[in-house]
């Protein structure tokens, strides 16, 4: 019975993996990876590593997250050092939760490897801080998975009327309707957003504008990509460094 090492693989950019999650990849006897962990971090692994791929993207689901969960305990099973790969970070948005969940009703030994979560990294890479003194004092990780017109949302769209940074993840094919719900609960339609698409990464876009304009500006924009609705959003104007850099 092995040991499955739950890993966040960084949002793009290999050098943000951590050491920890560098260990554990070259000791690794399997990978189990989604679509947005770099795939160059596998070139890590040791000769003969096996590499399962149950991709995942913007929370539709090539494999069942049922099916994934079980792919994991069966090869814990099998194997002494079992690494499931995921973008970002493991617990944030990544389901990470309800694999350990499962690992643990079925006994299986785990570890967590926190990674560096894509909805401060792509912000940090774009220019824009999610807290600054002044501007906002705390910043909101949320899923734009859910329609904001469904009737049963579990989102407090009405908490969103504050200054705080908002930044929504999996949202790019919902943000008319969440650019819109925000209008209709009160915030400024001139409030600034930014669309940030493979943050991180040598093909990151960032698309600056409004919650009027947002919409029209990012038709084309690539997934992944996240929204960062809020004043800090202004600060790339002074802040933008990477684009420089690449
Ligand atoms: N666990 C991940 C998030 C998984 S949900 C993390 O901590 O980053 C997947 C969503 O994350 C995508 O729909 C997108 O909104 C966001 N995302 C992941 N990588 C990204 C990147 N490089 N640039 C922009 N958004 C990214």
Excluded at 38 to 65: T, W
Excluded at 192 to 203: E, H, L, N, Y
Aim: contains cysteine.
């Amino acid at each position: 019975m092995g040991k499955v090492y739950l890993t966040g693989a960084g949002p793009g950019d290999i050098e943000l993996l951590t050491l920890k999650a560098l260990r554990v990849i070259k000791e690794a006897d399997i990978i189990i990876y989604d679509r947005l962990a770099n795939p160059d971090i596998l070139k890590e692994a040791k000769s003969g590593c096996e590499f399962v791929y149950v991709g995942k993207e913007d929370g539709r689901h090539i494999m069942p997250q049922d099916d994934i969960n079980e792919v994991i305990y069966q090869n814990a099973i099998k194997y002494e050092n079992v690494v499931r790969l995921k973008g970002g970070d493991p617990f944030v948005f990544g389901r990470g939760g309800e694999e350990a969940l499962y690992l643990h009703e079925r006994g299986i030994k785990f570890e967590v490897i926190p990674g560096i979560t894509s909805s401060i990294s792509a912000p940090a890479y774009a220019g824009i801080p999610v807290t600054h003194r002044g501007v906002a004092v705390s910043f909101r990780v949320v899923t734009g998975h859910e329609s904001p017109h469904k009737k049963e949302s579990q989102i407090p769209w009405e908490t969103f009327k504050t200054d705080d940074t908002i930044i929504f993840l999996m949202g790019l094919h919902n943000l008319p309707k969440i650019s819109k719900k925000l209008i209709e609960i009160g915030k400024p339609e001139d409030c600034p957003c930014a669309v940030i698409s493979k943050g991180t990464t040598k093909d990151q876009i960032v698309v600056i504008g409004t919650l009027k304009d947002i919409v029209e500006k990012t038709k084309d924009v690539p997934t992944p990509a996240l929204i960062v609705v809020g004043r800090v959003v202004e600060l790339r104007k002074q802040l933008q460094w990477f684009e420089e850099n690449v």
